[in-house]
């Protein structure tokens, strides 16, 4: 929830239902294949976030070695602040005047997934924060990898594949070798690339926003300006 609400109905695999007020922060967890009931008398506003039972399978093996990880839902009411801080990211992102960056958004979805195999099911475990960055192997493959796919959708399971660590440590260990998270070094390549390109001269603007992997002229401008304080026009 990010805002409050008030008398809200619901059931979660059974036909009890439960009414309460949900404070800013409040989680629902619907597992895949449970039915659920929800009702609620006046606005909300909330973050839905779902995620895959195979992506949540997926992170469950590098975190703890098993695919077949349940979650256990929280009671109705339950307040949980490091979901609600990723949920107002997810938002912020989602809402803000850039297209949204898939890459920064895969990242928050892999911390969110982590968090609730963490924190709702029997064999999560505490959180540990890796130590150091990646290897030098690690590193030198991942710049290589990004070199070459920059312009593309990109996502963190297959960077960290290549560099060879979890999702979920890939993305510490990344900023601490690179000093920026995955998804500012990957907006860094595409500005690169479109500022030399502007600088060369022989494509129209759009032409070089598409080569650099934006959506389009505008997105390319509104990136440049943010990022590098200037307008394609100017980096001609």
């Not at 006046?42 to 997926?58: G, H, K, M, Q, Y």
């Not at 490091?82 to 997810?90: V, Y």
């Not at 399971?157 to 560099?163: D, F, G, K, Y």
Request: net charge neutral.
């Amino acid at each position: 929830m990010l805002r409050p609400g008030r008398k809200f109905r619901a059931s979660l695999g059974s036909d009890k239902i439960t009414e309460y007020d949900a404070p800013v922060g409040c989680l629902i967890i619907n597992p895949a294949g449970v039915d659920s009931t929800f009702a609620w008398s006046e606005t909300r506003e909330n973050a839905v976030v779902s995620i895959s039972p195979e992506a949540l399978s997926e992170l469950a093996a590098h975190e703890s070695d098993v695919t077949d990880t349940e979650l256990e839902p929280p009671a109705f009411g339950t307040v949980d602040l490091r979901a609600l801080n990723i949920a107002q990211m997810i938002t912020a992102e989602l809402t803000g005047k850039l297209p949204p960056n898939e890459l920064y958004l895969d990242s928050l979805l892999t911390v969110f997934g982590v968090h609730l195999l963490r924190t709702y099911t029997s064999r999560g475990r505490p959180a540990v924060s890796p130590k150091g960055g990646l290897s030098a192997v690690g590193a030198r493959r991942v710049r290589e990898y990004l070199d070459e796919n920059f312009a593309r959708k990109v996502m963190v399971a297959e960077l960290a594949s290549v560099a060879g660590v979890s999702p979920n440590h890939f993305i510490v260990r990344f900023a601490r070798t690179f000093g920026m998270p995955p998804h500012r070094y990957l907006i860094n390549l595409r500005l690169d690339l479109a500022e030399k390109l502007l600088v060369d001269g022989e494509l129209a603007i759009a032409e070089v926003a598409y080569l650099a992997g934006f959506s389009d002229q505008s997105h390319l401008a509104a990136t440049m300006k943010k990022y590098r304080g200037r307008t394609p026009t100017g980096a001609g």
